[in-house]
């Protein structure tokens, strides 16, 4: 399988470092809007091309990964690219997903290929477990929680804070509001009331840094409804210490069996990663084998995480998986 | 859908329960190699039936559940009847699985039926989780943990002992096990290293209780590699404190990610339940509900949790999964 990289930022290069532990695959080519010549990939005799020359790849690819930012690149840049290739992306915005379906779906189908939207772990790996969890466990209640992790809307949010120079941002899962999920207690639980928000920050010299802990921790939407807490630190302690993109989170069903529901049954899946990137990227692969499968098999038009049968995301035969993994 | 029941023991009754949280679903009867008449169900206006006049209900059942045995009864029972029905069963040996599958794809097709082997937790969402588990992180180390919960094999185990009246195995995962694989450190361990076994035994007046402790202790395969405790408690204590049937466990990868694979990722999936066999039976209705709509696709032959599409198992159209659950 050979595996087309659209886009070389974070999620891009955690592609081109997953395709490293998939031997069934190898990277054709990474596909950039910047000047080629000034991006430096890591995969030896692999080329850097322009976008605007994608199509002339177009027998060499057999899955693209678009690897651009959902808010203003992916809405068009995936219909687009469908009309040429099988292509995969990870559009988040949740809202806007069944139009981005809709959009996705009409272009793949044009270009007789095949096409993932949404592919990920949110959306992506939670709104499976969420699906599995509720076919499973009828009568319940779902329960996400987000982090310990670096949230990169929050944080920009900060840094446009007057007077900050940078920041990072962590969710933070409530200890207490997770431990009376597990436990089958049911609580009624907001996002305000189980997470807290961690925000570490680089003031400009001689800024009024009460001033600006204010500001944050009343900024709507963002801050105010939380628990926040502001710590200033240097651009070395923020560079030394906060350099990575961890995340990870939970997705819980607690559920009720029984001829007159007194059984508590609780399903928890959950996320813990030192890389939120090339997690995706590892996901992203998974998926692009089953595209890669599915378009032989005659498959068209968009798909997601819930139209893919398990046995299509390995590298394994059906044989193999019923005597080993099952 | 109408769901037939054959076997109405702890799984059977499980599955009457949960069909009433399945509004699109209704029991259409159930079958017993018993005398029917001595068995009273709760479904009101729903018969029992001999497991010998089964064949006459044919036109009136969508998709049998086979509620019985793993040991003697499906190997030759689920075959049997895939021949006449759309079948699910939970066949449990994971070593002869293989067979298994074999002959019930030769007699599903023989029958132009659709059938379902394995399906529950484990072997079913155990197995489908280390499948997307280890898809995604291709290089990774794979963890099970099972407890608290009650062991069948092992409390059958102990109640053969001599001098014991009752008895219910717990196995318990250990802490520090789990903590150490949750962090990240990848551990070598073994079922022995990472779990203890807790016994309740009822023994009977005047039995030598060391005798009976150091026997447990040290039975072959059972217990002899574990760290196992022993309690001596009364039939009403035993009735009183340990009549469910709860369960659960954890299965863990721990991969790694990054250009050279410095970054570690963890998924954990996670079931904490009061009630085994009504879990087990919320799982099997889902893929009940997937077989029946497979079978209509003109699908037919044997079939696990790996070949299932998720969108098949919910009572939601493709576009509101996508609307409400991506």
Same sequence: chains 1, 2.
């Avoid at 399988?1 to 069934?24: F, H, Q, S, T, W």
């Avoid at 809405?75 to 981005?100: G, R």
């Avoid at 009624?188 to 925000?199: K, P």
């Amino acid at each position: 399988m050979r595996i087309g990289i659209l886009g070389y930022g974070n999620l891009g290069k955690g592609v081109e470092c997953a395709i490293r532990n998939n031997p069934d695959m190898e990277l054709a080519g990474v596909f950039t809007r910047r000047n080629p010549e000034s991006i430096k990939i890591q995969t030896k005799g692999v080329n850097v091309y322009s976008a605007d020359d994608m199509i002339k790849m177009k027998d060499n690819i057999d899955i693209m990964i678009i690897c651009c930012g959902s808010a203003t690149d992916l809405p068009t840049m995936t219909p687009e690219t469908a009309k040429h290739f099988n292509v995969i992306d990870s559009y988040d915005k949740h809202k806007n997903i069944p139009q981005h379906f809709k959009n996705v779906d009409k272009a793949a189908k044009q270009g007789d290929n095949i096409a993932f939207i949404s592919v990920g772990w949110d959306p992506g790996m939670f709104s499976l477990n969420r699906l599995f969890e509720n076919a499973i466990l009828t009568n319940g209640k779902d329960y996400t929680f987000w982090g310990k992790g670096v949230s990169q809307g929050h944080s920009d949010a900060v840094r446009r804070v007057d007077g900050v120079l940078d920041a990072k941002q962590y969710t933070i899962p409530i200890d207490s509001a997770l431990n009376s999920v597990r436990s089958g207690e049911n609580p009624e639980l907001t996002a305000y009331t189980s997470h807290t928000r961690e925000c570490f920050v680089v003031a400009e010299e001689g800024a009024n840094l009460e001033k600006i802990e204010k500001e944050i921790k009343t900024m709507p939407a963002y801050f105010e409804d939380y628990d926040t807490k502001v710590k200033f630190i240097t651009k070395a302690e923020l560079d030394r210490d906060h350099a990575n993109i961890p995340h990870g989170g939970f997705v819980i069903r607690s559920g009720k069996t029984g001829w007159n529901n007194g059984n508590n049954q609780i399903i928890e899946y959950r996320l813990k990663l030192d890389s939120n990137p090339e997690f995706n990227a590892s996901i992203i692969l998974a998926y692009a084998r089953a595209a890669h499968r599915m378009r032989k098999r005659g498959l068209t038009g968009c798909k997601t995480v819930f139209d893919v049968a398990p046995v299509d995301l390995i590298d394994m035969s059906s044989e193999e998986l019923r005597a080993n993994m099952l």
